[in-house]
Structures are given as C-alpha cells and as structure tokens.
C-alpha cells in the first residue's frame, strides 16, 4: 500500500517562497502521475497541479508561472516550489496519486504579513 507524507509548510509573508515535499513509500512511485490539491479555509478541497509520470505538468491557472511541480524518482519525492506567493494560497496542501484516493496527511500554508 502506497503512503504518502507532505512537508514543508510554513508562515510565509506575501511574496516569499516555500517548497513542499511529498514522500511516497510502499508503490513504485516511478509509474505514477501525481497531483498537488490544497483545501483553504471553509473551502472545498481543489486540484492545484500534475505531473505525469513521463514529467509533463499542468497548473491550475492561478498558480501558472508562480509554481513548479517536480519529481525525483530516486527519491521517491514529488515537490511543489511556490514562489511569489500571495494570502489567497493559504491552505492545507496534499499530494495525491493520480486518480487513487491514497492522499497525504497535508501540510499548512499560511501566506500573511
């Protein structure tokens, strides 16, 4: 059974950068496409990013050129590099494998001066 566990959430201010990590052990992590959601407060969870697993990648627009979904198969890791971030990015962030229910635990973001 695949197991996923994110990282790297943080206090950020407006304009600053964190990266998030996502773990994944007991699968081959190689052959998965793999999802970044976030859940904001009092909001409904929604899909943030992709990366396939040949590395193609697609955004969520409001987060196109801010953003960069990655992944190192060696290390079994899939990473979300958020830049620039503003206060509407606050939110729990999860990984996902591609069209499975195995999600993360999730991790906080908070984006405020």
């Known amino acids: 059974q695949v197991q996923l566990v994110e990282s790297g959430g943080g206090l950020v201010q407006p304009g600053g950068s964190l990266r998030l990590s996502c773990a994944a052990s007991g699968g081959i992590f190689s052959s998965y496409a793999m999802d970044w959601f976030r859940q904001a407060p009092g909001k409904q969870r929604a899909w943030v990013a992709r990366i396939e697993n040949d590395g193609v990648t697609a955004y969520i627009s409001s987060v196109k050129d801010r953003f960069t979904i990655s992944r190192d198969n060696a290390k079994n890791t899939l990473y979300l590099q958020m830049n620039n971030l503003e206060p509407e990015d606050t939110a729990v962030y999860y990984c996902?494998?591609?069209?499975?229910?195995?999600w993360g635990q999730g991790t906080q973001v908070n984006v405020s001066s």
């Open positions: 996902r494998v591609f069209g499975t229910a195995i």
